[in-house]
């Protein structure tokens, strides 16, 4: 069984900050990537930011040179830094394992960008 917990959301104005984090435990085995979904009221879950084992990143195109995703694999923790945060970016943030062996999801947190 794997557990993720996530941590750091909240409410922000636009233009703000916020640090997202997540925390693996349990019986991880064989991780390909770590990462950041987010769904918005009425939309599809939608990948925000990923990152491989090795170091390779994924960004949707609109969050691109603003949230940097970061992993410490010794501690199975990912972390999203949020820049500049828009109202449009408001949604609840899921973090995700992919393993070898399966795919697993946190709770959520919600994020809300005031204009």
């Known amino acids: 069984q794997v557990r993720l917990v996530e941590s750091g959301g909240g409410l922000v104005q636009a233009g703000g900050s916020l640090r997202l984090s997540c925390a693996a435990s349990?019986?991880?085995?064989?991780?390909?990537?770590m990462g950041w979904y987010r769904q918005a009221p009425g939309k599809q879950r939608e990948l925000v930011a990923r990152?491989?084992?090795?170091?390779?990143?994924n960004y949707a195109d609109s969050v691109k040179g603003r949230f940097t995703i970061s992993r410490d694999g010794a501690k199975n923790t990912v972390s999203l830094q949020m820049n500049f945060l828009k109202p449009e970016d408001t949604a609840v943030y899921y973090c995700?394992?992919?393993?070898?062996?399966?795919?697993?999801w946190g709770q959520g947190t919600q994020v809300t960008v005031s204009s």
């Open positions: 995700n394992l992919n393993g070898l062996y399966g795919q697993y």
């Open positions: 990152i491989s084992t090795g170091g390779s990143t």
């Open positions: 349990g019986s991880i085995f064989s991780i390909v990537s």
